[in-house]
């Protein structure tokens, strides 16, 4: 096939439409159920509030606003796809945002701005003083500005929405890698992403990986569950086709979601028993390097130790009966004197050329 039939071909599965709509068109659409925001992303996205201000005083003084990306669903409601923060600080703003148990969130409340330092304090409506609200025709000029959307058609091929997430929030974005999967989770399977969360607050597990409060902020410990689910089931021949780390976790979390055949109940079980097990066995040091010299564990979160250590627990868990394998911590402590581990898990060995070495390297030192 040439480039040009590939070019044609790849036009072909996506279908797409756009203009401009009114903020108070995108109001009623909110309202009425027709636009998903996802409320859940609200844990990604994370907009200060002058980030928030500046939006408002953008739209106020006539600054074009870049489009709202959004992808029409079968049912026909709209998911956005870029532009979540644009519009939740205006829904937020109006005062209609809830948030993921549909709670109404606290309306905005503007701070000054160089332009405009007589915003301070204001509100879209204070219902006690008349003197923080924006007045009629203020909030009547905010309702009639227009902000462009571009709609991915139902009729396109159903990646592209996930595609195009990926593209946009991707790169010189806030977005963490994990907050762009778990993005794309949500939009998926909805269900999938809270079971995850859920595992992901295991008290054990959080006392085990020990991250620091930057790390989770950033997702990883959802990045550790999507690991965790990922590699304890992965037949090993396929290790050693993983590619890039970050597409392979994208695309296996995203088959799950579609095929809906993970054994929940299972996987849930063997990862608080694994994590419980570590926890009572050997602590926050389970993911830490071991110092021969010194005789103890020091230092941070190491990932590829959670590679060898959780994920080999994990894969011979069912074979333990209840009961810790012998000398549990004593085998942890050992990776680091292994040349199997240690020559493949240095700085600068990539996750693509690690892994092939961890995984099965763990499941090897922790059968019972």
């Known amino acids: 096939m040439s480039l040009q039939e590939e070019i044609d071909s790849q036009r072909s599965e996506i279908r797409t439409d756009a203009y401009s709509m009114s903020i108070g068109e995108w109001v009623s659409l909110y309202e009425g159920g027709e636009v998903d925001v996802h409320p859940e992303f609200q844990r990604f996205f994370r907009w200060e509030p002058e980030q928030k201000t500046k939006l408002i005083e953008s739209i106020l003084l006539g600054i074009p606003i870049p489009p709202i990306f959004v992808a029409q669903r079968r049912d026909g409601i709209w998911d956005v796809v870029d532009g979540l923060q644009r519009l939740s600080t205006i829904f937020q703003f109006v005062g209609i945002l809830k948030d993921e148990e549909s709670k109404p969130i606290d309306p905005l409340v503007l701070d000054a701005t160089k332009y405009l330092p007589s915003m301070n304090g204001k509100?879209?409506?204070?219902?006690?003083?008349?003197?923080?609200?924006?007045?009629?025709?203020?909030?009547?000029?905010?309702?009639?500005?227009?902000?462009?959307?571009?709609?991915?058609?139902?009729e396109s091929d159903e990646n592209a929405k996930y595609e195009l997430f990926q593209r946009l929030n991707t790169g010189g974005t806030p977005l963490s890698p994990q907050e762009v999967r778990n993005s794309i989770l949500v939009m998926l399977n909805r269900d999938l992403y809270r079971w995850m969360r859920e595992l992901s607050q295991d008290d054990a597990?959080?006392?085990?990986?020990?991250?620091?409060?930057?790390?989770?902020?950033e997702q990883y410990d959802m990045d550790l569950v999507t690991r965790f689910l990922v590699f304890r089931t992965l037949p090993q021949e396929e290790l050693v086709n993983i590619g890039e780390m970050g597409d392979f976790l994208t695309e296996k979390v995203m088959t799950f979601a579609r095929q809906n055949t993970l054994d929940r109940v299972r996987e849930q079980a063997i990862f608080r028993g694994t994590f419980a097990l570590l926890r009572e066995s050997i602590g926050s040091d389970a993911f830490r390097r071991f110092d021969i010299a010194k005789q103890r564990f020091l230092g941070g979160f190491l990932v590829s130790s959670f590679e060898v250590v959780s994920l080999g627990v994990a894969f011979n868990f069912e074979d333990y009966t209840g009961a810790a394998p012998p000398n549990l911590k004593d085998r942890v402590a050992s990776i680091w004197s292994n040349p199997e581990f240690t020559d493949n898990s240095g700085s600068g060995v990539r996750a693509s050329s690690r892994v092939p070495y961890t995984i099965p390297l763990g499941r090897r030192l922790f059968a019972k």
């Open 123 to 154: 509100k879209w409506e204070d219902p006690y003083d008349a003197g923080n609200s924006f007045s009629p025709a203020q909030r009547l000029a905010i309702k009639r500005s227009k902000i462009d959307v571009s709609i991915i058609l139902k």
């Open 205 to 217: 597990f959080k006392d085990v990986i020990a991250l620091t409060d930057r790390a989770i902020e």
